[in-house]
């Protein structure tokens, strides 16, 4: 498969503007500022005026009705969505507004990337230099901290499930994979509720290495998360089999993450 060129990038940008009056659209990624193989897909963000909050759907249904000239990865959210989320800093949509090449602009899009710098030390010890947002100022937790703890406890719910059915044939995968997954997404609590940029990765390893400068004593994981490193990509697939004690293992370790960052937000 060829390079995908500006030209051809344009063009698919022009059938959105002419089919779906969008308030923008915004390149992203390696064709924006990476480094693009044959084998890349052309990211776009698309955000829309009064479109409801099922991004996904929406993508989809643009996906079909555009032509299809090459591999194409949509990102659909409403600009009330989009402002939201940018000002409580959801990192993904952060670097794609600092980034991203903006293809199309309606100039209706309210979103703001300013802030101030930390006035004081704040509930999680935060970075120097680490920005401070509104609601941490009022004692607040930011909301997108809370989702990911959300889908942090739906992985922890399945672990603990998926434990009660050992030592049947492939379910340590399933113990191993969701415990990974608990761990990540608390990992990326703590580092959205520190106001740190929280990159999209599944090695807990590099998580940690964001949050031990202002937490020292968590090193002492670094040896635990090494054993991870193949549960989150290599779980999904057969011909992978962890061990009952891999498996309790991980549950351990799980277990431990979860507590002490729950405990750190103040989570009963």
Same mark, same amino acid.
């Given at each position: 498969?060829?390079?995908?060129?500006?030209? *051809?990038?344009?063009?698919? #940008?022009?059938?959105?503007?002419?089919?779906?009056?969008?308030?923008?659209?915004?390149?992203?990624?390696? &064709?924006?500022?990476?480094? @693009?193989?044959?084998?890349?897909? =052309?990211?776009?963000?698309? =955000? $829309?005026?009064?479109?409801?909050?099922?991004?996904?759907?929406?993508?989809?249904?643009?996906?079909? +009705?555009?032509?299809?000239?090459?591999?194409?990865?949509?990102? =659909?959210?409403?600009? /009330?969505?989009?402002? &939201?989320?940018?000002?409580?800093?959801?990192?993904?949509? +952060? *670097?794609?507004?600092?980034?991203?090449?903006?293809? &199309?602009?309606?100039?209706?899009?309210?979103?703001?990337?300013?802030?101030?710098?930390?006035?004081?030390?704040? +509930?999680?010890?935060?970075?120097?230099?680490? $920005?401070?947002?509104?609601?941490?100022?009022?004692?607040?937790?930011? @909301?997108?901290?809370?989702?990911?703890? /959300?889908?942090?406890?739906?992985? &922890? *719910?399945?672990?603990?499930?998926?434990?009660?059915?050992? @030592?049947?044939?492939?379910?340590?995968?399933?113990? #191993?994979?969701?415990?990974?997954? #608990?761990?990540?997404?608390?990992?990326?609590?703590?580092?959205? *509720?520190?106001? $740190?940029?929280?990159?999209?990765?599944?090695?807990?390893?590099?998580?940690?290495?964001?949050?031990?400068?202002?937490?020292?004593?968590?090193?002492?994981?670094?040896?635990?998360?090494?054993?991870?490193?193949?549960?989150? =990509?290599?779980?999904?697939?057969?011909?992978?089999? @962890?061990?009952?004690?891999?498996?309790?293992?991980?549950?351990?370790?799980?277990? /431990?993450?979860?507590?002490?960052? +729950?405990?750190?937000?103040? $989570?009963?």
């Amino acid at each position: 498969m060829a390079m995908v060129s500006a030209k *051809e990038i344009q063009a698919v #940008c022009n059938d959105i503007i002419r089919e779906f009056s969008p308030q923008q659209v915004i390149l992203f990624g390696s &064709y924006a500022y990476g480094t @693009p193989t044959e084998a890349s897909d =052309v990211d776009l963000l698309v =955000v $829309l005026s009064g479109v409801n909050s099922d991004g996904r759907q929406r993508a989809l249904e643009m996906k079909q +009705r555009l032509p299809k000239r090459f591999r194409l990865d949509l990102h =659909v959210r409403s600009s /009330e969505e989009f402002a &939201y989320r940018v000002s409580h800093n959801d990192w993904f949509l +952060r *670097e794609i507004l600092e980034k991203g090449d903006v293809l &199309y602009d309606t100039g209706n899009v309210k979103t703001s990337l300013r802030a101030r710098a930390c006035p004081s030390p704040v +509930r999680l010890e935060l970075a120097e230099g680490a $920005l401070v947002p509104v609601w941490q100022e009022s004692g607040a937790m930011n @909301p997108l901290t809370l989702e990911w703890v /959300e889908l942090a406890e739906l992985d &922890y *719910e399945a672990a603990k499930w998926h434990v009660q059915q050992l @030592p049947r044939r492939g379910v340590p995968n399933k113990v #191993c994979f969701n415990a990974q997954q #608990c761990i990540e997404k608390y990992l990326k609590a703590w580092l959205q *509720e520190a106001n $740190l940029p929280t990159p999209r990765t599944h090695d807990l390893n590099a998580l940690l290495a964001l949050i031990v400068p202002v937490r020292p004593e968590w090193a002492a994981w670094r040896a635990d998360f090494s054993a991870f490193d193949n549960y989150a =990509v290599d779980a999904r697939y057969p011909g992978f089999f @962890p061990t009952g004690a891999d498996a309790a293992h991980a549950v351990r370790i799980c277990d /431990e993450v979860r507590q002490t960052v +729950r405990a750190m937000l103040k $989570l009963s």
